[in-house]
Each structure stands twice: as structure tokens, then as C-alpha cells.
């Protein structure tokens, strides 16, 4: 949807938060690599350089409309790319042994799930079938599993069979019909029991819900209805289920010490300078512009809550540190440290960067006796 119709809908508007994302990965992942390069530590490279939306957009929340909405867009599109490149990430250099039989089964699959859209299927069922089989032949190819879900993502329908006037029209018409036929059968509207009996009202209820249906991207319809679930379901469940740090064996020693430390200097100064430094480049050398409202203090402020990694990145370092618990603990305190302090030191910087809310009352001024 970001690619069709968001801020990734033209080269121009893509380039700038493509670009912040790169910056706010490259240089997390060489502030890690200089402190464990050629230690037991360095495949947890890819850690740093994820943000958590979720949590991300959550501070930024917390200024209210003090924040204008360009820039909770505009960190939402950095955050949305930066996923995007983590999960390339894991596929390219945290998967272990490739199987081609299944790879070639998750093409297949993938090849299907294209012909259902060509085909005009519209039913989220039969695409979350397809995808259910891909993701069981891409988690068996030995490719991270996470794979699965871009892909079937760039398959599903997102188009309306019926545009805004057609929809408007026929509604129009529809509801018109209801009104006509309630009146006929009791002489008011809106009598419960002939909505239940009257067979033009039911005609015409039916005739809205196709409409709705038909006004209705299924890829749309399949964010908003996997955002209550994802949000407050499988978010929460993840974060229970992998934030747990065992503090008794410490940070593992000098090694553990060094990821911790790679972790929270490249999320708390790497994704500030990476987002901030990068951004200000594509706008000084392209025809990218920063959106309405966002200054450069505010840029850096939201650089700083891109360092909130939280969810996707304890996810990398149990990839990036299977069977060394002692370095998994240190990457899992590295990263909430981190994203505490990040998150903390971008509200700051975005508060102060911020005017007064919108409900304070004006300043009194009085110059010459004039009380303005």
C-alpha cells in the first residue's frame, strides 16, 4: 500500500525515507562492528539496525499536536523501510542451508497466490491459505520464514473494482430503494421488523454490502483487520515471550560487554546520526524535500526514536546468537537499555523542538499602553 498510494508512491517521495532508513541502518551496524570486529560477537551486526514502529510511534504519540502529522508520516514510511531492509537482512545472512525443492515449492505457491489476483479473487481466506502452505515451504527451505510474509504481501489485491463516483451512485441509489421500500410496507422508516421481512429492504442491504466490498482493497481489508491482532495480540506475546533477561551470569564478559555496548551506541548515536546525517544528504543532493513542519531538530529527534529497537531487534539476536545464552543476554540488555534511552532522549529533542499546545491561551502582550 506504502508503494501504490504512501509515501513510497513516486520515486521523489520514496527517496527520502528509503534513504533515512539506509543511513539508519549502515551506520548502527558499523558502531556494532567496531566494537566486536573479529570477536565471538560479530554476527550480531544486523541487531542495531532495527526500529520498532510500534513503540517509535507510541513516544511520538506522547507530544500530541505538538507533533504535526507529516511527522509521524514521515517516521512511520523511515520505520516501514527499515523493517523491510531487517527482513532482508535475516534472509540474506541469518539463514542457515537452503533446500531448492522447497524453495521451488514456495514459488510455485507464490506463482499461485499472483494467479488468484489475476484471476479477480478477492477472498482474504483463499489468499491466507496460500499463505499458510508458503510460509510452512519457505520456513522448510531453510530461508527465514519472516520472507513469507513480504512476498504473499506484494500478491493480494489492492485494487477497488468500483471507484469513488460509481460507488457513491449506486449507494445512493441503493439507499433510496431501502427508504422507498420501508415505506411501502409500514408507511415509516426504520421499523425493525420489516428490515427482517421485507425482501426489497433485504435486496437493498445486500446491495450495499457488495459495494462495500467491491470499494474495498482486500490488502487493506487485511491490515485493518490484522491490526487488532498484531497490536495487541502477537506484539505482546513476542515481547513476553523474548524481553526475559537471566541476570545472573552478567553480561558474559569482556565479550558480552562489547555486543551490549555495539547495541546501544549503535541504536541510541548510530540511528540518530545514520537518519539525520542521510536525510539532510538526499535533500542537499536530489530534488527530495524535508515534509511540512519537520526541521532539522526535528529530524534528529525522530533519528533518536528510530533507536527504539525493541521487538525486531531481540528478534535478530536470537538468530544472530543461537546457542550462546550469555551473549544473548547481553544483547537482549544492550537493546532495552537502548531503546529506553533513545526513546527518552527523542522526546526531549522533539518537546523542545515543539511549540505549545494547541489548548494553551495566547500570550498577553502590551506594548505602549496598547493591551493586545
Known sequence: REVLVGERGS??????????????????????????????????????????IAFALGVLALLGTRAPASLKVFLAAIAIADDIGAVLV????????????????????????????????????????????LWGAVLVSGVHATVAGVLLAFTIPARTRVNEAEFLARGRTALREFDRALDEETGTVGTQPAVLTNARSQEALHTLEQLTEQAQPPLLRLEHGLHGVVSFGIIPLFALANAGVSLGGGLGGDTGLHVALGIFFGLVVGKMIGIGVFSLGITRWTAATLPPGVTHR???????????????????????????????????????????????????????????????????????????
Request: proline fraction near 5%; hydrophobic fraction near 60%; charged fraction near 10%.
Open 11 to 52: 520515486v521523489r517521495q520514496a527517496a527520502l525515507p528509503v534513504a533515512a532508513a539506509l543511513g539508519g541502518m549502515a551506520v548502527p551496524a558499523l558502531i556494532y562492528t567496531a566494537f566486536n570486529a573479529g570477536g565471538a560477537g560479530a554476527s550480531g551486526w544486523g541487531i542495531p539496525m532495527a526500529t520498532d
Open 90 to 133: 535475516i534472509a540474506l545472512f541469518y539463514t542457515e542451508g537452503v533446500s531448492l525443492a522447497a524453495l521451488g515449492l514456495a514459488a510455485v505457491l507464490l506463482a499461485a497466490s499472483l494467479g488468484l489476483n489475476r484471476a479477480g479473487v478477492r477472498s482474504p481466506v483463499a489468499y491466507a491459505l496460500v499463505g499458510i502452505a
Open 298 to 372: 526535528r529530524l534528529f529527534g525522530v533519528g533518536a526514536l528510530g533507536g527504539i529497537g525493541f521487538t525486531m531487534a531481540l528478534f535478530i539476536a536470537e538468530l544472530a546468537f543461537r546457542g550462546r545464552p550469555e551473549l544473548l543476554d547481553a544483547a537482549k540488555i544492550g537493546v532495552l537499555a537502548a531503546s529506553l534511552t533513545a526513546g527518552a532522549i527523542g522526546w526531549v529533542m522533539l518537546s523542545r523542538a515543539a511549540g505549545p499546545r494547541r489548548s494553551d491561551p495566547a500570550p498577553v502582550v502590551e506594548a505602549e499602553g496598547v493591551r493586545a
